[in-house]
C-alpha cells in the first residue's frame, strides 16, 4: 500500500497569482489587440498551454516573422514604465504564478531557460549540455553511479515493456 502525499494549498499564493494576472490583463488591454493576443497565446496566459511561434503564427494567420515582431513590440510597450511599474510588486515577488520567460521580458532581463514539450511529463526546462531521455525529449537528471538512460520510472518501465513485446 503506498502513502498518499497532501499537499496543503497556501491561499495567500493563490490570492497573489490571481490578482497578478488580473494586473497582467489590466495591462495588456492597454496594448494593440494583436500584440496582446499573441503575448496571450506563447505564453499560455489564457489556458495554461505556452504555444511556439509557430502554433501562434497559425492561430492568427500571420507568418511567423510577424509574431516575433509583434512579441518584441509589445514586450517593447510593456517595459514602459507606466505598464511596468502597475506590474512591479507583482513580478518582483516569488509568490505570483507569472512564467519567468514573461517576467523577463516585462522586466528586460535575460531570456529564462528554454521550455520544451513532451505528450509524456509535460512542459520541462532545458539546460544546456543536458542528457536527453532515450524514449522521450525531457533531460536526464546527473547523479553517481552508472549514467542514467531515461528521466523516470516511467519512461524506463516503457522502453521495456516495448523491447519485451518486439521479442
Not at 500584440?35 to 500571420?62: K, M, N, Q, Y
Not at 552508472?146 to 521479442?167: D, E, G, I, M
Amino acid at each position: 500500500m503506498t502513502r498518499r502525499r497532501v499537499t496543503v494549498v497556501d491561499g495567500s499564493r493563490r490570492l497573489a497569482a490571481v490578482l497578478a494576472l488580473e494586473q497582467l490583463r489590466s495591462v495588456l488591454a492597454t496594448l494593440p489587440p494583436q500584440e496582446a493576443e499573441v503575448i496571450v497565446l506563447r505564453f499560455g496566459l489564457r489556458d495554461s498551454i505556452p504555444r511556439s511561434r509557430a502554433e501562434t503564427a497559425a492561430i492568427l494567420s500571420l507568418r511567423g516573422a510577424d509574431v516575433l515582431h509583434l512579441e518584441t513590440a509589445a514586450f517593447r510597450r510593456l517595459r514602459h514604465p507606466s505598464r511596468s511599474e502597475a506590474l512591479r510588486d507583482y513580478l518582483d515577488s516569488d509568490q505570483a504564478a507569472v512564467p519567468d520567460r514573461v517576467r523577463a521580458g516585462i522586466m528586460g532581463g535575460a531570456e529564462g531557460p528554454a521550455v520544451g514539450q513532451c505528450a509524456r511529463h509535460g512542459y520541462f526546462a532545458l539546460a544546456a549540455g543536458s542528457i536527453l531521455c532515450s524514449l522521450c525529449p525531457c533531460p536526464v537528471t546527473s547523479g553517481f553511479g552508472r549514467p542514467r538512460h531515461y528521466c523516470s520510472n516511467a519512461c524506463r518501465q516503457a522502453s521495456y515493456r516495448a523491447r519485451k513485446t518486439l521479442s
